[in-house]
Structure formats: C-alpha cells, structure tokens
C-alpha cells in the first residue's frame, strides 16, 4: 500500500551533478538547457496578465497561473544554479498528521543537502504549513481573489477560503494564495 509519494526534479545544470551516482543524467541536462536556449526560454519574461484580455472566468484563471509559473520559472529561480523542484507531493488522506509528509520531506532535504542544493517549491494554500516546517522560506506570492473568477456565489455551508482564513462566511469564496518557496542547504 503506497500512504504518500514526493517527486523532485533536478535543475539547472543539477543533473550534471547527480550524475555522480551514476545515473547518466549529465548529457541530459545539457542537451535540455540547449533545447530551452533555442525556444528562446532562458531570457526573462514581463510579468503581464494574459487572463484580462478573455471573457471566461474560469480561462482568465488558468492563463493567470500560467502566466505567473512561467514568471516564476524564468526569474526567482535561477537557471544557471543548480537546484531541486519540488514536482509534487501527496499523503493519503487517511494517512495524513502521522509524519509520512514531514519524512518524504526530509529524504528530499537530505539529498539536496548532501549536494548543497536549494529546493524550491511552488506551494499549494494547504501545505503551506508543512514547507515551513521543514525549512522553506517564501520567496514570492500569487494572491488570487477567487471572487473575481467564480462563476456563482458559495452556497450557504459551502466549504470557502474566506472560512478557512477565520471569516465568517460572508458569501465570498475568499482569497488564495499561491507561494513560490525555497529551502536554501543547511548550513546555508
């Protein structure tokens, strides 16, 4: 039975630097930097906001978290520094509070401490507290108004941020907020 699983990407050149446990992944990272120079990814990007040229709240959404991950790919995180992505993370829920994410968590913090790596993380509302715990500090935040991209009203009872955050249910689906985080290698 699988209880939770932890996905980490190496990047920036970090692959080189596996390597060194033989798994071959140098040639990789240097082919996947050529790849990105040639589509013209390794130079920065304005941050606009593509969403407020559509109609469709649910599209202007989506096109706004694009629009801020590649921001965020292409600056806060640097390119040419070896590091560690955080590509997911999950516990099963009825495995949850019993140390399963802080353990994950720290299998990932020790390999990237035993290369002297970052990590970084771009974090959901909800395991936000758990990447504090285990060292990352925020580096940049994408606040959303939920209201402004709804399609209705929240229902009375319905579960919402604006709850979540110690309102009192005032027919607003409330704030989320997005964070991109980093876990700099102890001793650092």
């Given at each position: 039975?699988?209880?939770?699983?932890?996905?980490w990407v190496?990047?920036?050149?970090?692959?080189?630097?596996?390597?060194?446990?033989?798994?071959?992944?140098?040639?990789?990272a240097?082919?996947g930097?050529?790849?990105?120079?040639?589509?013209?990814?390794?130079?920065?990007?304005?941050?606009?906001?593509?969403a407020?040229?559509?109609?469709?709240?649910?599209?202007?959404?989506?096109?706004?978290?694009?629009?801020?991950?590649?921001?965020?790919?292409?600056?806060?995180?640097?390119?040419h520094?070896p590091?560690?992505?955080?590509?997911?993370?999950?516990?099963?829920?009825?495995?949850?509070r019993?140390?399963?994410?802080?353990?994950?968590?720290?299998?990932?913090?020790?390999?990237a401490?035993?290369?002297?790596?970052?990590?970084?993380v771009?974090?959901?509302?909800q395991a936000?507290?758990?990447?504090?715990?285990a060292?990352?500090k925020?580096?940049?935040?994408?606040?959303v108004?939920?209201?402004?991209?709804?399609?209705r009203?929240p229902?009375?009872?319905?579960?919402?941020?604006?709850?979540?955050?110690?309102?009192?249910?005032?027919s607003?689906?409330g704030q989320?907020?997005?964070?991109?985080?980093?876990?700099?290698?102890?001793?650092?």
């Amino acid at each position: 039975m699988i209880v939770g699983h932890a996905n980490w990407v190496f990047s920036g050149g970090a692959q080189r630097r596996a390597s060194s446990r033989g798994t071959g992944d140098g040639e990789l990272a240097t082919a996947g930097k050529e790849a990105s120079k040639a589509a013209g990814q390794d130079k920065p990007q304005a941050h606009v906001d593509p969403a407020k040229e559509m109609g469709d709240p649910i599209e202007r959404l989506h096109a706004l978290e694009e629009a801020d991950m590649q921001y965020w790919l292409q600056n806060p995180v640097p390119s040419h520094t070896p590091c560690l992505l955080v590509v997911g993370l999950a516990v099963s829920p009825s495995y949850e509070r019993r140390g399963i994410r802080t353990a994950l968590l720290g299998h990932g913090n020790g390999i990237a401490d035993e290369r002297g790596l970052s990590i970084w993380v771009h974090s959901s509302h909800q395991a936000y507290a758990a990447y504090i715990k285990a060292g990352f500090k925020t580096r940049r935040e994408l606040r959303v108004d939920l209201d402004d991209y709804a399609l209705r009203p929240p229902r009375d009872g319905e579960a919402t941020m604006a709850v979540v955050a110690g309102g009192d249910g005032d027919s607003r689906w409330g704030q989320y907020v997005i964070r991109y985080m980093e876990r700099k290698p102890s001793g650092n």
